[in-house]
């Protein structure tokens, strides 16, 4: 079979052929000064984002499950404590609860936004609950005015996991910088993907901050101190380095990302009855494009689209209470919404990089697949 065009999932060279040269010249200096870890580069990253995002505090760390699980111990989360956060995320948002010692409470999300659903965290909110975790899932954000409110009538702590909304707005505020504290991923394929892992908490308050600063190092702010408990979780500099360089773009990336996104919709637009482009509620930053189809029809649609040379894929094979590590929470059957959308969702090749010729061939091979796979 002739395949006449690949259009991959993520384009990671094309971003880098932009940037490589800023980046190659940080590096050096890296090399020449060798200073690896935090430090000067991580310092000016950390204040780059946070003003970036309009928050008081930022600090580097190694990868965002670590971000979750330093924003959960930094608060002081006890064993059993309950914490509350979507049905429909990638693994990482329920492992982190687990890792910081508290047990993780799963809730259905809203079929539109694919995002938690407040009428359920209202639901399952116990006197043991002590945070809740929105997830802006795929680069929408979550409902985060009914969240806040809840939490504040319930005495509870709100962590965003913003790790997939990198630069999305909820209310003209970045989302990160709205929850008591919010945790970032800069995994390499993120809408600010490091080159390699690394991770970021993000909060206004001084005292949550020095805590994370301490969690993250061993339990001090100097190589000397070990005051408390803390981990090994230091942002190295390279990564540092690279999303300096790569911040001022972040803006106009996620613009092409919500460009590609209409275009996406209008070609759409004449499967309607088959096919349902995702909701955008507020100022999603589409890392990931998920639609809806026909749930007998998505895997035979994803080996044809694949075959055809485009990189689909399911975001996320799951849901969360269906994989081998979550499914002694005995939630099979208690989360519809989530498990039907995970049935039914297909993610589509999402990137600055995207053409229109590009998303025509998409568009076009998921019309005929839907009827000949
Ligand atoms: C929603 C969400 N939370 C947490 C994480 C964990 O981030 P990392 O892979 O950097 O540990 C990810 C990353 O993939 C994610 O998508």
């Known amino acids: 079979m002739e395949v006449r065009?690949?259009?991959?999932?993520?384009?990671?060279?094309?971003?880098?052929?932009?940037?490589?040269?800023?980046?190659?010249?940080?590096?050096?200096?890296?090399i020449d000064t060798t200073s690896f870890i935090l430090r000067e580069h991580c310092q000016r990253f950390e204040e780059e984002y946070a003003a970036f995002l309009g928050a008081g505090h930022a600090i580097g760390v190694g990868n965002g499950t670590d971000a979750l699980v330093l924003a959960l111990r930094a608060l002081g989360l006890k064993s059993g404590d309950e914490v509350i956060t979507a049905g429909n995320s990638f693994v990482a948002t329920a492992e982190a609860?687990?890792?910081?010692?508290?047990?993780?409470?799963?809730?259905?999300?809203?079929?539109?936004?694919?995002?938690?659903?407040?009428?359920?965290?209202?639901?399952?909110?116990?006197?043991?609950?002590?945070?809740?975790?929105p997830v802006h899932l795929y680069g929408q954000p979550a409902p985060m005015a009914e969240l806040l409110d809840l939490a504040d009538r319930h005495g509870l702590a709100v962590i965003e996991d913003a790790a997939q909304a990198h630069g999305a707005s909820y209310a003209g505020?970045?989302?990160?910088?709205?929850?008591?504290?919010?945790?970032?991923?800069?995994?390499?394929?993120?809408?600010?993907?490091?080159?390699?892992?690394?991770?970021?908490?993000?909060?206004?308050?001084?005292?949550?901050?020095?805590?994370?600063?301490?969690?993250?190092?061993?339990?001090?702010?100097?190589?000397?101190?070990h005051d408390?408990?803390?981990?090994?979780?230091?942002?190295?500099?390279?990564?540092?380095?690279?999303?300096?360089?790569?911040?001022?773009?972040?803006?106009?990336?996620?613009?092409?990302?919500?460009?590609?996104?209409?275009?996406?919709?209008?070609?759409?637009?004449?499967?309607?009855?088959?096919?349902?482009?995702?909701?955008?509620?507020?100022?999603?930053?589409?890392?990931?494009?998920v639609v809806r189809v026909p749930a007998e029809r998505r895997d035979p649609l994803l080996r044809y689209l694949r075959q055809n040379g485009i990189g689909a894929g399911v975001h996320y094979p799951g849901p969360i209470h269906r994989?081998?590590?979550?499914?002694?929470?005995?939630?099979?059957?208690?989360?519809?919404?989530?498990?039907?959308?995970?049935?039914?969702?297909?993610?589509?090749?999402?990137?600055?990089?995207?053409?229109?010729?590009?998303?025509?061939?998409v568009c076009e091979h998921l019309a005929t697949g839907l009827d000949v796979a």
């Open 5 to 30: 065009r690949t259009v991959p999932f993520v384009d990671l060279p094309a971003q880098v052929a932009v940037v490589r040269k800023e980046i190659e010249d940080r590096i050096a200096q890296i």
């Open 97 to 133: 609860i687990v890792l910081a010692g508290g047990r993780p409470v799963l809730v259905d999300v809203d079929p539109d936004t694919h995002n938690m659903e407040p009428d359920r965290v209202r639901a399952a909110i116990t006197s043991r609950c002590r945070a809740l975790i």
């Open 173 to 225: 505020r970045r989302v990160g910088s709205i929850g008591t504290l919010g945790c970032f991923s800069f995994y390499p394929t993120k809408n600010l993907g490091a080159f390699g892992d690394a991770g970021a908490v993000v909060t206004d308050d001084a005292d949550l901050a020095t805590r994370v600063r301490m969690l993250r190092d061993h339990g001090g702010l100097t190589a000397d101190d």
């Open 228 to 289: 408390i408990i803390g981990q090994n979780s230091r942002m190295d500099a390279m990564q540092a380095a690279v999303l300096s360089v790569k911040l001022p773009y972040l803006d106009e990336w996620n613009e092409r990302r919500r460009q590609c996104a209409r275009q996406y919709a209008e070609r759409l637009a004449g499967m309607a009855d088959r096919v349902a482009p995702p909701v955008a509620i507020d100022d999603h930053v589409y890392h990931i494009y």
């Open 323 to 361: 994989t081998g590590a979550f499914a002694h929470l005995g939630l099979e059957g208690r989360l519809p919404i989530a498990e039907r959308l995970n049935a039914e969702m297909l993610s589509l090749p999402m990137h600055p990089a995207l053409t229109e010729d590009d998303i025509d061939y």
